[in-house]
């Protein structure tokens, strides 16, 4: 079988990267073939080491015609058997690649939220959700049609890899106890980040010079959660290791004593044997033992939930005093989340389930194949770059480059700080020259319309409009 897995992302490393590298591995020890569609980068460089092939793209806007031509060549070379995407932008691209090339597709839903799914989901063979939790909200909040498409394939860790070892504790910690926050350090983490501080200024006022905290990760947000950190963590120390991978990881969660983290980093740590507080960017599920296992199951530690309206407040204060009490409470907490993982996510069954339903969805399509779409039906491949420019403070020049724009129409929305101020409506010009009316950040949203009536919509890259003192000398100028 010849798989394609497009996959999009922002960050370099991250939950995501994990759970595709998993099914990579798994699909290339069992001698099929796998190609990667992402961003170039360390992944890809990753993915072509382990032996998959890589089609490098950055899924900006314009960018999805030179990525199906890669796609269809490939197909030419070697024909590939379905098509496995990812959410946003990955699935558009590897949804019109499966519609033109006449192929079965599946995606993967890994969080609590649609990406177009009720307005798809006739298009796919099925849809994978990494927790039941995930499936309940998109059929009903997201009332989602089609259910007997929906099956759960959570993300499992690799117990061979993921294990008890005996490793020294950091050479900072002098003897405390080790606590580990792992994950990404970036804005749709805010939540997590949010309730270690809490977790934090909690210790350092309980706890002085007990506790140690090691931070495994890294993002955008380093800079603004390390000053964070430094200002709440009172006599307890902290050490960073940046984003790890492989033993170096499986060994930071071995040298914990406990660890906050997120989905699959909090199967990870149980896998090792370390007692985990599930933490979600969406929900807090709290340490992991026998009340709330299921619960963290369910919701995939965290992967659904409200956010700080969910949050009992005080709950990450007492978890961590619980940690505190004894090792022994410690090493029975790590003993049962050990049981949980062996138990729900074995990663051998879990991947074998996968491949079984690679299978039935090829043989399924074969039996019964939707009809291939031309290129010409599908805006994102008439696309063929967006050109910004800011002409000056308070004046910004859009373009989109399209094949045969003459039979489109082009529409601009005006967004300042995320709120659209301004709508321009459908015109035939692919272009405009739009005033941005004072401080504040901009961006537009691009809008594509055929004949027919589909239509395709974007963000434009985000501009700082002028300043107060630009803003009142353009005032009194006019």
Not at 160 to 180: M, Y
Request: charged share 25%; proline share 5%; with cysteine.
């Amino acid at each position: 079988m010849h798989l394609l897995i497009p996959v999009f992302f922002n960050a370099p490393q991250g939950g995501l990267h994990e759970n595709v590298r998993a099914t990579v591995l798994f699909m290339l020890v069992r001698r099929h073939r796998v190609t990667v569609v992402c961003r170039p980068g360390p992944f890809a460089e990753q993915m072509r080491e382990h032996g998959a092939g890589v089609i490098a793209t950055d899924y900006a806007e314009g960018s999805f015609a030179a990525a199906m031509a890669k796609i269809r060549a490939l197909h030419e070379r070697a024909p590939i058997d379905l098509v496995h995407a990812h959410p946003f932008m990955a699935r558009r691209l590897g949804m019109i690649a499966a519609r033109v090339l006449g192929l079965p597709c599946v995606v993967t839903m890994h969080g609590k939220y649609l990406d177009s799914l009720p307005r798809t989901i006739a298009q796919l063979d099925a849809v994978f959700t990494v927790s039941e939790g995930i499936r309940h909200y998109l059929l009903t909040e997201g009332e989602v049609g089609q259910p007997e498409k929906l099956q759960v394939v959570p993300n499992t860790p690799d117990a061979r890899l993921f294990k008890a070892v005996k490793v020294a504790p950091p050479e900072e910690a002098e003897g405390r106890v080790v606590v580990s926050l792992v994950t990404r350090l970036d804005l749709d983490k805010a939540f997590i980040l949010d309730i270690f501080y809490q977790a934090v200024a909690h210790a350092a006022e309980r706890y002085p010079g007990r506790i140690h905290w090691q931070v495994v990760g890294q993002g955008k947000l380093w800079e603004a959660f390390a000053e964070r950190v430094e200002a709440l963590r009172g006599e307890n120390s902290v050490s960073y290791t940046g984003w790890l991978q492989g033993e170096v990881l499986r060994d930071a969660y071995c040298r914990s004593a406990a660890v906050i983290a997120p989905g699959r980093c909090t199967l990870e740590a149980m896998s090792c044997g370390v007692p985990a507080i599930a933490l979600g960017s969406k929900g807090y599920n709290g340490l992991v033992d026998g009340e709330n296992w299921q619960q963290a199951v369910f919701t995939n530690f965290g992967g659904v939930g409200e956010k700080q309206a969910g949050y009992k407040e005080g709950s990450v204060e007492r978890d961590l005093d619980r940690l505190m009490r004894s090792r022994a409470e410690r090493r029975r907490l790590g003993r049962f989340g050990r049981q949980v993982v062996r138990q729900c996510f074995n990663a051998r069954e879990m991947h074998q389930r996968l491949l079984g339903f690679y299978r039935l969805a090829v043989a399924a399509y074969k039996t019964a194949p939707r009809p291939q779409v031309a290129e010409a039906e599908f805006l994102e491949l008439r696309l063929r770059g967006l050109n910004q420019r800011q002409l000056s403070p308070d004046r910004l020049a859009v373009r989109l480059e399209c094949e045969h724009a003459e039979e489109l129409q082009f529409a601009w929305y005006l967004l300042r700080d995320g709120e659209v101020i301004e709508k321009l409506g459908y015109g035939p010009e692919p272009h405009r020259e739009i005033p941005l009316p004072g401080p504040g950040r901009y961006r537009v949203r691009c809008y594509i319309k055929d004949g027919e009536g589909r239509k395709i919509a974007f963000l434009s890259p985000e501009v700082a409009g002028p300043d107060e003192s630009t803003s009142d000398s353009v005032t009194s100028g006019a």
